[in-house]
């Protein structure tokens, strides 16, 4: 069932990536959105373009997260291009649900850094 391989992988993220814990919530967002955007790609095979700084860095955090999901989670070398794509739109949502919509910590929202 998708929703427990989401499970499972918003596990392994929580357990074992920094990149959830930047400082404020748009940075949040938009780190998590990167990563994920990069992490479909790389892992349908897909032509993956980097023209900034922060492409490259989501692409470098993606191509681990993906070695590592593919490495750990059997069940993953089953996936169709579709599956991964609502595999990986599912953990995006859920980590943004976690790390900011739920968040107790309100420095999160603090505008002045």
Known sequence: MMKDKIE??????QERCLWQFVSRSWDREENIQGIMEMAVSLFND????LETDYDRCWFADAKIFI????????WS???TKEEAKALFT???DRM???????SR?????????
């Open 8 to 13: 499972e992988v918003v596990n392994y993220i």
């Open 96 to 102: 943004l649900e976690i790390t900011v919509e739920k």
């Open 90 to 92: 599912g953990v995006k």
């Open 77 to 79: 070398k089953d996936l």
């Open 67 to 74: 070695s590592d999901i593919k490495r750990l989670f059997s």
């Open 105 to 113: 910590n309100e420095e999160l929202n603090v505008p002045y850094y």
């Open 46 to 49: 897909e032509k993956v373009v």
